[in-house]
């Protein structure tokens, strides 16, 4: 069974923003969502996460536990980064295996030294482990990621990406990626969902073979693919 | 780092240090200690009223209705503030008698305090007048600039209120309210003490003020002053004394 968006309309004032937009979105795995800046992805994302609301269509299969990281961190300043993730389980988890179930997960990502400190006192790339961290623990079974290793430098960037998919190989969840970067999208995307723009359609929907075998070739194959569409 | 915290100390120590000699000049000069008193003169004064046995009674009464005002008037614009950003209507009704407290001659207040009130409830009231306006102004500032992207990652993580109110907006709150708390805080002070003048309520600073005026003894009331700076300063410490306990310098 997928998630399926069907049909997906919205308008912002008279901006049609997406258009009879109709995608699967597969259970298991990352679906990366490509298109031009401004074509209506974060929308997109909004709509799923219930943060906005759809014109008309509809979300079948879709369920209210649903995590979001952000392009920026969205870490609260003054709660550490164990206190973070508390706040979003809070009512969600048992009272008792709240800490318990945070400790496991900064145990398993190395990151256990850091639950005491404050987000003022941790790197950007740190920071958004932190936010990453918190939608893995939350228990939700589809993940919305809107752009997350955008504001980070390469180094940085390449060190998030090996961080989040050891996540996903981990914990088996369904995974929308949104980015506008192309090697991100083939790093990561079990399937890569290129967007046309305004009125948003899908313009192409690919397998990544490289996630199939992690080859230089299929690389390759894989960026001549969505550069000849994009 | 060495050279110029001790530079830091020494612009602070140096102005008080000219004052003290303008002073010591001033009284020479003048050379009559009813207009200005010796500081001699008004050291043994303070040393008097220090010595005396309802000093610290007096001191506790005037801190304590100062505490009592800081307390009264920040619950009061919380509730205020909170209805306030909730309801436009009730905003509405509100904004006008801010800017009316707010504009109103402080003595205006104490002369129809007296009239109205019993004599130990006219510096609190004048206190609470003063504060309240600033208080319902700076909490409702930090109400509406709450971080929108962290209601919205709130919302998405299906936050409940309670859970929003208290670990996003009360924080905000606190920490706009710590920003100002030195100075508001002194200002309950003054405004204490300026209703106790004119109240002339028993075991009080400013009931002490009129008493060493009446007696013409300038010095006293120089000793006095002397000692609401010193109380004013004792509230400073009271403050980052808070604020180190709090979360608030944890994080800063």
């Not at chain 2, 306030?84 to 001659?105: E, R």
């Not at chain 2, 060493?212 to 609401?228: C, H, P, Q, R, S």
Request: hydrophobic residues 45%; glycine residues 6%.
């Amino acid at each position: 069974m997928t998630l399926q968006i069907r049909n997906l309309n919205k308008r912002f004032n008279d901006l049609h923003v997406l258009k009879d937009l109709t995608i699967d979105i597969e259970k298991t795995g990352i679906t990366c969502i490509m298109g031009p800046s401004g074509c209506g992805k974060s929308t997109l994302l909004n709509i799923i996460s219930g943060l906005d609301k759809e014109d008309s269509g509809s979300l079948i299969g879709f369920d209210n536990s649903i995590s979001y990281v952000f392009q920026e961190d969205r870490l609260i300043p003054w709660k550490n980064v164990q206190e973070n993730i508390y706040f979003v389980l809070k009512g969600k988890v048992e009272k008792e295996k709240i800490k318990g179930t945070t400790q496991k997960y900064l145990n398993m990502v190395g990151l256990q030294e850091y639950s005491k400190y404050y987000p003022h006192q941790l790197s950007g790339g740190m920071k958004q482990r932190v936010s990453i961290l918190r939608a893995f623990v939350y228990p939700a079974s589809l993940l919305l990621l809107d752009e997350p290793f955008s504001s980070q430098d390469i180094k940085r960037k390449n060190n998030l990406i090996q961080f989040f998919s050891d996540l996903v190989e981990r914990e088996n969840k369904s995974v929308i990626l949104v980015t506008h970067d192309l090697d991100v999208a083939i790093r990561l995307g079990n399937k890569i969902i290129l967007l046309t723009d305004k009125p948003t359609r899908v313009k192409k929907v690919l397998n990544n073979i490289y996630r199939i075998e992690e080859m230089e070739e299929n690389y390759i194959k894989m960026k001549k693919l969505i550069e000849l569409e994009i | 780092m060495k050279v110029y915290i001790s530079k830091v100390k020494k612009n602070r120590i140096l102005p008080w240090i000219s004052l003290i000699i303008l002073w010591f000049v001033l009284s020479l000069v003048v050379d009559n200690d009813v207009i200005v008193p010796g500081i001699g003169l008004t050291f043994k004064n303070l040393f008097r009223i220090i010595g005396s046995k309802d000093f610290v009674i007096t001191i506790l009464w005037t801190f304590g209705r100062t505490i009592v005002v800081f307390l009264v008037s920040t619950l009061l614009a919380v509730f205020l503030a909170g209805f306030s950003s909730v309801s436009k209507l009730f905003y509405s009704h509100i904004k006008p008698i801010m800017s009316l407290l707010a504009s109103v001659p402080i003595l205006a207040l104490i002369l129809l305090a007296l009239i109205w009130l019993h004599v130990e409830m006219v510096s609190i009231f004048v206190g609470v007048i003063y504060i309240l306006p600033l208080q319902f102004e700076n909490i409702l500032n930090g109400i509406q600039t709450v971080d929108k992207k962290l209601l919205e990652m709130s919302r998405a993580y299906g936050v409940g209120k309670l859970a929003k109110i208290q670990d996003i907006y009360i924080p905000t709150i606190i920490i706009s309210l710590s920003s100002i708390a030195n100075s508001t805080l002194g200002s309950a002070l003054k405004m204490v003490i300026a209703g106790e003048v004119l109240s002339q309520v028993r075991y009080s600073v400013g009931g002490n003020l009129v008493l060493e005026k009446t007696y013409l003894n300038t010095g006293g009331v120089f000793a006095w002053i002397i000692v609401i700076l010193l109380m004013s300063n004792a509230l400073s410490l009271l403050i980052h004394w808070w604020k180190k306990k709090s979360f608030l310098l944890d994080w800063m």
